[in-house]
């Protein structure tokens, strides 16, 4: 070994090579040292709740994306479908049968059904179809050709809850098959007759599973079933008819490849209107956008819950970081180098982040069963088993948490003579934490995009939580400084005579000013998502129940023809429906804007290609419906110049503002005239709304039918019976089912979130332990010093009652500040409802606080005063 001599320095000797085996069993004992310290707990609770909510959520979404792919063929029916507005082209069936691919076709209409003869009449007298008595309601007749379904199956049953089968084919002819809720509707059974337009057919089977009905608004209603060639013969279908065509395609997929080529080269650049394609990638993607909001919902929630863990983490790691400084300057003197203590906290760090990553896993696992439990008949379809990969994001999510926010605090430890260290002097050391919590935080930030799916919403969540952060940081350094500043003055000391509790507690407040801070934002965090959750629980979920009230409309009356206005508006009104106002409705499709052709194929989203590709339902009236408002623009009101409304939606996803000319084709002729004004329109009141509005003089002349809704009670049902019997022209939806099934998903997501809810809940109380227990150490000296200094018990404990008076009311006024901001965002972005200000909020927030941090300090330092100064000091 060399040796310093007064003209030769020390040379350092040239460094063994690491012994990795050594290293590996120290950290061992140190980890098992540590667990039997409690040191690690707080660290191992945060990081499995982190993982088991990322888990949970990123099993579910695994499952469920494997569940699409496995049965996209089986929820569409083929592996190709051209669909049409208007009977498909024969030359797209040639063709798939010159590729050698199988076909068949579907025609979905809507279409009033009443109750036939009975096959086996009842004792009492029968009516007749046709009757007012008779019971008529709205079914989605679906038409199929031999051959359907050509991938999935059909399952039928000979009665309602009876062993289903397979069917063989489709319906004999002269039968039909139908749903349960049909039968009960109209009061029949299976061999009974039903009237489908001047067609009588039998009913011979129950349908128990129609993979492929997808949910469009005529789907909702009851499903009945019957034989294409049969579909002429009830004199249902005729110019303007809404029929839906479909021709299915399916066989290898090389010759499916092909087809879907010549499909596209025959109708891509607005060569066809009216027609377009759905394949494997679209299979149900009304399922499958049901499906994605909900997940991205679960998803928002588990990404909370690993912010949470992130600040818990962090806050416990700095409290370790305290606690170990002595040992790691004892390892400094006793030769140790920073290789070998960097080696050490890795090695310790790493294990706990695999071993609770994978105790998280396992807990994600049995909770994303319960998820899809809660979620019900959402998912209604027997799911394959995940893959590896949520498992390895949940362990790959463990490493980060703690070596991100964990190791940070460390680093500075290994960096540092062994002198400064045991004088408790970082220096400019420091600088390396904050550098390597940079790295975790962008980490962090590229796994929270990776465990959303999607770079927007985990760009939004992560940019939110690091502002909400820096504001909440900033806010907290600022508060503290004026109030130190205010307790100090002679004004505050001298007029106001504030004690030494106050006075002392400002003062130790701002004598640790980062710790301070770190401790209110933690606290304010953790505070802020359990009054968010309250929130949820509470204003938010019962404000997304409201969006479609109790009396929403749950019957439409459509195709009233002009001259059955006045009659049918008298008659409901003479049945005790006063509020059924009669709209107009032409058809029109969009042909131009500002001069330029509508082609579909120039819009990137499925939506806005979808939309223009379609007839619009265009209406005119002088007066804004009362659920409209006008967010851009003016109301044109009495004005008969050319002008129109659009609604905000469609203009958004289209690309049209005030100012541009939109030209229609109606009937054959066209009509132009600018946009002048923009309105919001509530949906979920299921009231008569419309994409676009005119004034009179220039629809008026056009060929239009009338159209209305209204809220019927059910005891009233025979009043649209009686309607549709005098008038059979008009058809009348019933979507109650519509609402009842909105209301189920509702009530099934929102049981999902609130179980998810419960991670984030014990992820926000260890935010509030770590947050209060981070200076534990601290106060606990000072009090020592206090009572050796000469303090009274009363004095210390008024010291630490307004210590935690003054943390606690101001992290609870940030966090009550910042969930009623966050509320209000989901309200009006997610949630789309009105979310009014809660006044309680405020002071339920800082009476919060105040009880957490002082049940929380008094927890931790109550054993202090019971103690003597002396053995205070010798602990802390």
Partial sequence: MSRATPNRPFIAPKPARTDWPHLVRLSLRMTARDWRAGELTMLLLALVLAVAALASVGFLADRLQRGLERDARRMIAADFIVRADHPVDPLFANEARAQGLRTATTAIFPSMVSAGTPASPPQTAQTQPGDPQTPTRLAAIKAVSDGYPLRGELRIAASPGAPDRVAQGIPPPGTAWVDDELLGALKLRVGDTVKVGTRTLTIGAVITRELDRGFSFVNFSPRLMMRADELPSTGLIAYGSRVTYRLLVAGADPAVANFAAFAHTQVDGGKMRGVAFESLQDGQPQVRQTIDRARHFLTLVSLLT??????????????????????????????????????????????????????????????????????????????????????????????????GFALPPLLPLTHVPPVRVLRREWGDEGRTAWAAYGVGIVLFAALLVLAAGELKLGGIVAGGFAAGLLVFAGLARLALWGAARIARSERFGGQVRAGIGWRYAFASLERRPGASALQITALGIGLMCLLLIAMTRNDLVDGWRKSTPPDAPNEFLIDIQPEQRGAVGAYLRAHGIADADLAPMVRGRLVSINGKPVNPDNYKTEDARRLVDREFNLSYTTDLPADNLIAAGRWYGDSAEPQLSIEQGLAKI?????????????????????????????????????????????????PATFITSFHLPGAQRDTVDGLVAKYPNVTAIDIAPILAQIQRVLEQVIGAVQFLFLFTLAAGVLVLYAALAGTRDERMRESALLRALGASHRQVRAVQVAEFVAVGALAGLMAAIGAQLIGWVLATRVFDFHLAFNPWLLPAGIAGGIVCAGVGGWISLRHVLMRPALQSLRDA
């Fill in 654 to 702: 289209i690309g049209v503002q005030p100012g541009d000319v939109l030209r229609f084709d109606v009937a054959g002729l066209e009509v132009e005239a600018p946009v002048t004004s923009v309105r919001k329109l509530d949906w979920g009141s299921f009231k008569v709304n419309f994409f676009v509005l005119m004034p009179p003089p220039l629809l008026r002349d056009f």
């Fill in 306 to 403: 690993a912010l949470l863990a992130a600040v818990a983490i962090a806050m416990a790691a700095h409290r370790y970081t305290r606690r170990h400084l002595d040992g790691c300057a004892s390892l400094r003197c006793l030769g140790a180098s920073q290789r070998t203590l960097r080696a050490l906290f890795v090695l310790e760090f790493a294990g706990l982040g695999i071993a609770g990553g994978a105790v998280g896993v396992a807990l994600g696992y049995a909770g994303h069963l319960a998820l899809l439990a809660l979620l019900g008949s959402l998912i209604d379809v027997a799911l394959p088993y995940p893959g590896p990969l949520p498992a390895v994001e949940g362990i790959a999510a463990g490493l980060v948490l703690l070596l």
